[in-house]
């Protein structure tokens, strides 16, 4: 069973960043591709970006591409996703998940993910 715990989140203004952590329990944390989604309020949850065991394979929505850049650390058991430009629509509960995987594959749909943490806010203002 793996633990996830994101931190990172709160209110940032219309075109700032945050940086999202989400660290795992799971020693064998270089066994999961990991990916992070999003769920707004009254919507489905979505796919934000996602990386791959080593981390040398990386993906990401149309949305936040150029904006967002996800990165891991497994020494340190932890996933990163860095926002920037951020905007209103951005606004939702994050949420990262972990993969049992292939070595070159990264999670880009819910169905693929075993284990999800808890979420952290992040809300956008304009």
């Known amino acids: 069973q793996v633990q996830l715990v994101e931190s990172g989140g709160g209110l940032v203004q219309a075109g700032g960043s945050l940086r999202l952590s989400c660290t795992a329990s799971e020693r064998t944390f270089s066994f999961y591709a990991m990916g992070w989604f999003r769920q707004a309020p009254g919507k489905e949850r979505e796919f934000v970006a996602g990386?791959?065991?080593?981390?040398?394979?990386?993906v990401f929505a149309d949305s936040v591409k150029g904006r967002f850049t996800i990165s891991r650390d497994n020494a340190k058991n932890t996933v990163y996703l860095q926002m920037s430009s951020l905007t209103p629509a951005d606004t939702a509960v994050y949420y990262c998940?972990?993969?049992?995987?292939?070595?070159?594959?990264?999670?880009?749909?819910?169905?693929?993910?075993?284990?999800w943490g808890q979420g952290t806010q992040v809300t956008v203002s304009s």
């Open positions: 998940g972990a993969s049992s995987s292939s070595l070159y594959a990264v999670p880009d749909s819910t169905r693929l993910i075993g284990y």
């Open positions: 990386i791959s065991r080593r981390g040398d394979k990386t």
